[in-house]
């Protein structure tokens, strides 16, 4: 076996990292960090967040996949509806008179959708005044069902302070009491007779 020296292993490290190793390191970094000054901070937000979250998070690269997808649909869309509007060599060789007849029955076709739409319309306002006038009649039943029930509770409300008056000794005033039992009987009376008719 042979001894090691101490010495062969500091020289190793010297060749290693020597000066020029060393300058070769910091070249790197200062290329990679994007020159002497750094990253701006913009610059290193934007280059984190393009970076880590748009290529790791699965549902965003779907998104992305999505969204090109669909841009590609709505250009050829696009497309199609250019060539429609643009007249084609194919067409320009049909005579006068049959794109003139085109143009009769597609003017008559637009005379026929206005009557419909103006139809439509009127049918609309019909109906909004309908249910504008139903509207109306609701509110005025609910306000009269509203009143009445005022009423009736202003009454109920009197009966029952006159129900429960009480005499300074703490009896209770019997006057209101055979008050209401004799209308309640005549009440009753007037009920039972009337059926008796």
């Known amino acids: 076996m042979k001894k090691k020296n101490p010495s062969n292993r500091e020289d190793d490290r010297?060749?290693?990292?020597g000066p020029k190793s060393m300058v070769n390191k910091r070249k790197k970094n200062m290329k990679r960090l994007g020159g002497a000054a750094g990253l701006s901070l913009e610059a290193f937000v934007n280059a984190k967040s393009n970076t880590s979250s748009s290529?790791?998070?699965p549902a965003l690269i779907?998104?992305?996949r999505e969204f090109y997808k669909n841009a590609k649909y709505v250009s050829k869309f696009k497309k199609k509806l250019k060539q429609q509007h643009q007249p084609n060599e194919l067409h320009s060789d049909v005579r006068p008179s049959e794109a003139e007849n085109e143009n009769r029955e597609g003017s008559k076709m637009m005379n026929k959708n206005k009557r419909s739409k103006n139809s439509l319309k009127e049918l609309y306002e019909k109906r909004r005044e309908e249910e504008e006038k139903a509207r109306i009649e609701r509110e005025a039943i609910l306000k009269a069902k509203k009143e009445e029930r005022e009423r009736s509770e202003s009454r109920r409300k009197a009966a029952r302070e006159k129900m429960f008056k009480k005499t300074r000794h703490g009896q209770p005033v019997?006057?209101?009491?055979?008050e209401h039992l004799l209308q309640l009987v005549q009440g009753s009376n007037g009920n039972s007779t009337d059926k008796n008719l």
């Open 14 to 17: 010297e060749k290693t990292n």
């Open 55 to 57: 290529f790791s998070n």
């Open 62 to 64: 779907k998104k992305q």
């Open 174 to 178: 019997m006057k209101y009491r055979i």
